[in-house]
C-alpha cells in the first residue's frame, strides 16, 4: 500500500463517511442486525449525524421522503431486509409519485445465501423496478462511493425521485481501500434564448393565460423569481395537486391548487384558461382533474410544459412548446423576461382570482370551518402544516394561507399516515418552529405509533385528529357510487386524546365550537414550553363528509341519480 493510499474501513465505515462527506445531517431507521456496521459507523458520528430511531419502516420512509421535499436533498432512510424493506414500500413509492429526492439503504443476506430464499430474503431489483427511479445491490465495499455518487445523481436529477440500495451484511463488514467521492453538482439547465422568445409571443396573444407551478426542488429564490414573473405578466397562478406552498396562497393572482374537488369559483378560473404554463409539475391525472381541464394528449389549450426531465414533456399531453430546464434554470431566465413596450395584458390576473366564498357552518354542535379558521387566523410565522389523504385535508386546505417551501407537507400520493411521520421530520428541521398536523382517524391510525419517535426526541409538534368514525374519502365514494350500500369503511377509534396522556404528551378531546379554540391554544402552548407532542381530537357526526357538504344532502341526489 502506498504512503497516499487510504486506511482500510470496513464498507459501513465508508458508506457513512460517504454520507457525511455528502452533507448528511440526519438519518431515519428501524434497526436490523443486517447492516449493524452502518449503525456502528453511525454511532461514531453521532455528534455529527443524527440517527432517528423510529417504530415502523413505513413511518421512517415517510420521515426521510418529508426531509426530502423540505431540503431539496435525499432524505436518508435505513431498513432491514424482508419485511423491513417491504414496510417501508410505502415512502418509496411517495417519493416516486411527488418526486422527491430519497435513498433507501436495506440490508440485505451474505452472499453466501444469496438465491436460496433463505432467512427474509427478496430481490430489490426486482420488487423495487416500477417504484425506483435505480435499484442496485453493492456487492463491493470499495465500489461504495461510486453506487452513492451515481445514487445521488440520480435521485436529485432531472425528474427526483428515490433511488433503492441493498447492502449485502458480508459486503458491509469487509474492509476496503477507497477514496471517497465528491458531491455530483447539481445539473441546472436554462431554457433556450429562442424558446423563451416564444415563451413571450404566447403570453402577449393570449386573452387567459394561466401559469401552473408544480414538483420538486424549488429554492426560494427561484419562487420569488417565477412570482416576480407572474406580476410583471400580470399571470392568474395555480398550484399543481398539493403543491399550495409555491404560491403565497393570499396573494391577488392566486387561484387555487387544481383538483378535481377543487371550490366552483377557482375551477372556473381554471378551466377557461386559453394557454397553460405548467412550470416544474407532472401532468398527471389530479392535475389535469381527471384529463378533463388538460386532455391527454392533445390539450385543447396552448401548453407550454417546463421540466427538468425531457421524459415528462409530451408524454402525456402534447404541448406547443416543451422546454427541458429546471426551476432555478427557468426561473433565471424569467427574471430576464420582460413584456414587449406597450403592450397591456387583455385579462388580469387580479381578476381570475375572485375571492373564495366564506364555508357555511358545518352541522352540529362543533362547527369544524370554524376550528380551521381559529388555526389559520393564529397560525404562528414559519409553521408548517402537515396531512395525509382525506377528506379532512380539505379543512387545512381551504381555510389556511399557505407561503411558501416548508409551510405545508402533503403527499400528492394520496397516502395515508403521512402527516405524524412529515410533522416528525419538519420538527426536527427546524425545532423553534410550529408544526401542525391535521389527521383523519383512519389516516392517524396508520402511523400513530410513530408518536413514540415524537416523545423519544421531545417534538413539540400538535396533532389535530378529525374523528368521525370513517375512513371518510371511501364512504364518500361508496354513498355517490352504491347509495346506502355503505361496508367495512365504519370505525371503532380509541380515546386519542388519552393515548397522547399514555405517552406522556396533552390531550383533549373536543365536542362543541366553543371548546376549541381553548384546547388547541393550550395545545400549541404545551407543546412550545415541554417540547412534547400534544393532541386535539375533534369529535363529529359521522354525516358530516366535507366542509360544505354532508351525506344526507348527497345521498338523495345520488339515489335519484
Known sequence: ??????????????????????????????????????????????????????????????????????????????????????????????????????????????????????????????????????????????RIPEYLARA??????????????????????????????????????????????RLRELLEAAERPLLLLGGSRWPDAARLAV?????????????????????????????????????????????????????????????????????????????????????EIGRLCLPALGIVASVDGFAQAAAELTPTPGWQPRRRGSEAATPAPTLPPTPGPLDLNAAARHVAATLPPQACVTVGAGNYALYAHRHIAFKGPGSQLAPAVGAMGYGLPAAIAAKLRRRDAPVICFAGDGCFQMTMQELATAVQYRLGIVVLVFNNGLFGTIRLHQERAYPGRALATDLVNPDFALLARSYGGYGAAVERSEDFAPAYDAALAYAREHRMPAIVE????????????????????????
Not at 482500510?8 to 455528502?22: C, I, M
Not at 463488514?173 to 434564448?193: D, G, I, N
Open 152 to 197: 445521488w445523481a440520480i435521485a436529485t436529477g432531472g425528474r427526483p425521485g428515490p433511488v433503492v440500495l441493498a447492502l449485502p451484511e458480508d459486503m458491509l463488514a469487509s474492509l476496503a481501500h477507497a477514496e471517497l467521492a465528491a458531491l455530483p453538482p447539481a445539473p441546472r439547465s436554462r431554457p433556450a434564448v429562442a424558446d423563451m422568445q
Open 1 to 142: 500500500m502506498s504512503a497516499s493510499a487510504p486506511a482500510p474501513r470496513s464498507g459501513g465505515e465508508l458508506l457513512v463517511a460517504q454520507l457525511q462527506a455528502y452533507g448528511v445531517e440526519r438519518v431515519f431507521m428501524v434497526p436490523g442486525e443486517s447492516f449493524l456496521p452502518c449503525i456502528d459507523a453511525l454511532h461514531a458520528r453521532r455528534d455529527l449525524i443524527e440517527t432517528v430511531v423510529c417504530r415502523q419502516e413505513g413511518g421512517a420512509a415517510y420521515m426521510a421522503e418529508a426531509h426530502g421535499k423540505l431540503s431539496g436533498q435525499p432524505g436518508i432512510c435505513f431498513v432491514s431486509r424482508g419485511p423491513g424493506a417491504t414496510n417501508a414500500a410505502i415512502g418509496v413509492h411517495t417519493a416516486r409519485e411527488d418526486s422527491t429526492p430519497m435513498i433507501l439503504f436495506i440490508g440485505q443476506g451474505g452472499s453466501d445465501t444469496v438465491d436460496r430464499q433463505c432467512f427474509q430474503e427478496v430481490d430489490y431489483r426486482a420488487m423495487y423496478a416500477p417504484l425506483a427511479k435505480w435499484v442496485a445491490q453493492i456487492e463491493r465495499a470499495d
Open 227 to 311: 412570482r416576480d414573473f407572474a406580476l410583471r405578466f400580470d399571470l392568474p397562478v395555480a398550484t399543481a395537486w398539493r403543491r399550495l406552498e409555491l404560491f403565497d396562497n393570499d396573494h391577488p393572482n392566486f387561484v387555487g391548487q387544481v383538483s378535481a374537488s377543487m371550490p366552483a369559483h377557482q375551477k372556473r378560473a381554471v378551466m377557461d384558461s386559453d394557454l397553460v404554463i405548467a412550470l416544474g409539475t407532472r401532468l398527471c391525472e389530479p392535475t389535469t382533474i381527471n384529463y378533463e381541464w388538460l386532455a391527454s394528449p392533445m390539450p385543447r389549450q396552448t401548453l407550454v410544459h417546463i421540466h427538468p426531465d425531457a421524459n
Open 538 to 561: 375533534l369529535r363529529y357526526d359521522a354525516d358530516i363528509i366535507l366542509p360544505d357538504r354532508t351525506l344526507s344532502q348527497l345521498r338523495p341526489a345520488e339515489t335519484a341519480a
